[in-house]
Antibody, heavy 118, light 107 residues
């Protein structure tokens, strides 16, 4: 059974940092690219970042470039998102998703809420 | 960056009716790179259709996708109460992945 479980969300002040984790099981993690996608409260979906299966390539949305860093530990089947210089507009549910057929997202985790507020 | 515009914003229909959801791209999108997702309240999105017309595993055949170029359509042939959700289209291009703003289907 495919499983993707995010953790690490919480309330953080603007300008501070937070690291999210995504634990996976049920598939060969080291064979798949992995994404982070976020959803602000009551809003639509926004792609955040992708990391290649072997970690050699990473891409970011312009809105987070230079502030967020995606990484993975294939020995632990875990994906990470380090978020620095957080802004109020980064408040969202952050989803982890496997890259499916190269260009799509499946499955998704249940998400973890990050609230940036003073 | 390719912008996806979905219409209508909200669709109110009855069980058994047919729903037609539109996704229009600001420039041509390869059908290979177009997908549809369903998101129910309080849940994560679920992949329905990829490659514009291929149903994902376990998706009922009342869901179908079509289209090419800049115009894509998700059709739900016979609505059931559990189809109430927001539906998003998504495309990939040039190492960017973008979503439409969503269509809410009320039953």
């Amino acid at each position: 059974q495919l499983q993707v479980v995010e953790s690490g969300g919480g309330v953080v002040q603007p300008g501070r940092s937070l690291t999210l984790s995504c634990a996976t099981s049920g598939f060969t993690f080291s064979s798949y690219g992995m994404h982070w996608v976020r959803q602000a409260p009551g809003k639509g979906l926004e792609w955040v970042s992708i990391i290649w299966y072997d970690g050699t390539s990473k891409y970011y949305a312009d809105s987070v470039k230079g502030r967020f860093t995606i990484s993975r530990d294939n020995s632990k089947n875990t994906l990470y998102l380090q978020m620095n210089s957080l802004r109020v507009e980064d408040t969202a549910v952050y989803y982890c998703a496997r890259s499916y057929e190269g260009n799509f997202f499946d499955p998704w985790g249940q998400g973890t809420l990050v609230t940036v507020s003073s | 960056e390719i912008v996806l515009t979905q219409s209508p914003g909200t669709l109110s229909l009855s069980p058994g009716e047919r729903a037609t959801l539109s996704c229009r791209a600001s420039q041509s999108v390869s059908s290979t790179y177009l997908a549809w997702y369903q998101q129910k309240p309080g849940q994560a999105p679920r992949l329905l259709i990829y490659g514009a017309s291929t149903r994902a595993t376990g998706i009922p055949d009342r869901f179908s996708g079509s289209g090419s170029g800049t115009d894509f359509t998700l059709t739900i042939s016979r609505l059931e109460p559990e189809d109430s959700a927001v539906y998003y289209c998504q495309q990939y291009g040039n190492f960017k992945w973008t979503f439409g703003q969503g269509t809410k289907v009320e039953i």
